[in-house]
């Protein structure tokens, strides 16, 4: 299973003392893709499952501060995950991992209810 984090938008401060445009909350995304399937339209489809979320960013240390600009997708998930925390980005990879498994292998569904089978009903016109 392959899981991938990404960055959607940050938001950032203008101006905070001598710092301008400073990150202060990262909405980020979290995809696990584990197989393919084909849809009914006969197009071949990643099995995915995803989640999306915000998080505050902590003020930065002025002496060890990223430019906006020079800021790489990798540094802002980074600063995402380490502001999520270990526990929790362990639970949403686990979360999305969970999802995809059950696409897998479904444990429940919702199937068709069996008086709406239109075979039947023909049937029953005949008689």
């Known amino acids: 299973m392959t899981l991938t984090w990404g960055v959607d938008t940050m938001e950032v401060t203008y101006a905070e003392g001598a710092l301008s445009d400073v990150v202060t909350s990262i909405a ?3 995809t696990a893709i584990d197989g393919e399937y084909v849809d009914p339209d006969g197009l071949t489809r990643p099995l995915s499952a995803s989640t999306v979320g915000s998080v505050a960013i902590t003020q930065p240390d002025p002496d060890d501060f990223t430019p ?3 800021i790489t997708e990798s540094q802002a998930v ?4 380490d502001a999520l925390g270990e526990d929790r980005v362990a639970f949403l990879e686990a979360q999305v ?3 995809v498994e059950e696409l ?3 444990t429940s569904g919702t199937p068709a209810l069996p008086w709406d089978n239109t075979e039947d ?3 029953e016109a005949d008689s």
Request: proline fraction near 5%.
């Open 28 to 30: 980020w995304r979290l």
């Open 68 to 70: 906006y600009a020079d």
């Open 78 to 81: 980074e600063w995402a995950k």
């Open 97 to 99: 991992g969970a999802e």
């Open 104 to 106: 897998k292998t479904p």
């Open 121 to 123: 009903d023909d049937d």
